[in-house]
């Protein structure tokens, strides 16, 4: 039988993404905002509390066949601000990119004000700029300073 090497918790994938150095119980919440639940049809690995040489504890999610672009990974962002991105081809690591929360988020949290234009019948999307204090709404001025996750679309 084959065995696992020790320290390789899931099998390399051969085509697909690896989102690694998740911050510690976040995977789930990624899988959210990435729209994956038990009803689609995503080939998954999930690691959650591994060791981690620099963060101390971190998850890790594969998807097969599946390549992340830009805007799932700003999502991601929000609340794995450490996460490195790893596109596999044929078993080969062919980009890693960290995360970076872009200056405007468009279209992916919603607005807690439900007096704000985005929340009403307007075909508004949501806009929010990514600041120092938090993420700022462009319509209404709201700035939502902390559990993001909750407010993610
Ligand atoms: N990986 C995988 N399947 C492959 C190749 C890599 O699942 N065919 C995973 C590895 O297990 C690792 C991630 O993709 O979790 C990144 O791979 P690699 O760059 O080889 O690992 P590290 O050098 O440890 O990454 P880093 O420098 O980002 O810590």
Do not use: W
């Not at 509390?49 to 999610?61: F, L, P, Q, R, Y």
């Amino acid at each position: 039988m084959k065995q696992t090497p020790p320290g390789l918790l899931v099998s390399p994938i051969r085509d697909g993404t690896v989102i690694d150095h998740i911050t510690a119980g976040e995977a789930l919440n990624v899988l959210r905002i990435l729209g994956i639940t038990g009803t689609t049809e995503e080939c998954l690995s999930i690691a959650t509390n591994v060791a981690s040489k620099h963060m101390g504890k971190k998850d890790i999610v594969k998807i097969e066949k599946r390549e992340l672009v830009k805007e799932e990974v700003n999502r991601i962002a929000l609340i794995a601000p450490r996460a490195t991105i790893n596109i596999i081809r044929n078993y080969l690591v062919t980009e890693k990119k960290g995360v970076e929360i872009s200056g405007i988020l468009r279209g992916v949290v919603r607005c807690p004000n439900p007096g704000c234009i985005s929340n009403t019948s307007e075909p508004i999307e949501s806009s929010f700029e990514v600041t120092a204090a938090g993420l700022h709404c462009l319509y209404c001025d709201t700035v939502i300073t902390k559990d993001i996750t909750s407010h993610i679309i």
